[in-house]
């Protein structure tokens, strides 16, 4: 009933009244709440048989492709991840492609050019969720550009370059345990619907590294959240570390 009548999804996607409005960019997290609503909404139609919520899960997800989520560019790495506080126009990213990497350090302020690869690794595997229910192939396409990025900025030794990356491609905060249990779940649940062995050899590599970097023993550490600043202790980075894992546990065991 909130979702419905509180946030305007009763009648569709309305950005205006579901979200606050910045001077410069809607604080809208990347489209990441509204898949989550649309998640729960496509859930409820499934468990109770429920054709208007699924007509209003579909409306949300329609409401969120048209948005400028995911970058369409090639000549940048970020190259199909999604933003956290999106553009308003094609104008107002080529001005934010073109601003100077800010040089902040408590991971929020003067963020608005950068990439927060936990919102793509999240957002892609409930794009790639909701593909399984609805068998909608531009949602399995998107979720696919953003596990592609993922494999573009992981190293050999299957880290990630970093936690945050400025859209042109230079590296903002370091790689953490939680941008890359993320990135673990996005390309396991990409090897389990395509079946393509480079998502899960990636996947593999990315658990690897983490395991032994920070979550080996006495080593055990939450460095890094989702607000990616170093040394950072956060519940959201384990609660991470816990989906992302038993996600390739179910393509591995």
Known sequence: EWAHFELGWYNGFDEKKAHIQRKRQSLDWGGNWDLWIAHAFKNYSKIKNNQFAQTISNKIINGVKK???????????????FWMFRPM??????????????????????TSSDIWVCQTGKIGWLLADLYESYKDKELLQMAKKAGNFMLRIQKKDGN??????????????????????????????????TGDKTYKEA????????????????????YGGEWDVPGNISSSTASYASWGFSELFEITK
């Open 89 to 110: 126009n094609e104008n107002h990213y080529l001005e934010l492609k073109q601003k100077k990497q800010p040089n902040d350090k408590i991971g929020f302020i003067g």
């Open 67 to 81: 948005q400028m989520w995911q970058i369409k560019d090639d000549t940048t790495i970020c190259n199909g991840a």
């Open 203 to 222: 996947s593999i590599k990315c658990a690897d590294y983490s395991i032994d970097h920070w979550l080996s023993g006495g080593e055990y550490r939450m």
């Open 160 to 193: 990630l370059i970093a936690g945050r990356i400025h859209v042109k491609g230079s590296p903002v905060y370091p790689s953490n345990l939680a941008c890359n249990s993320t990135a673990i779940l996005l390309l396991s649940k990409l090897y389990k619907i």
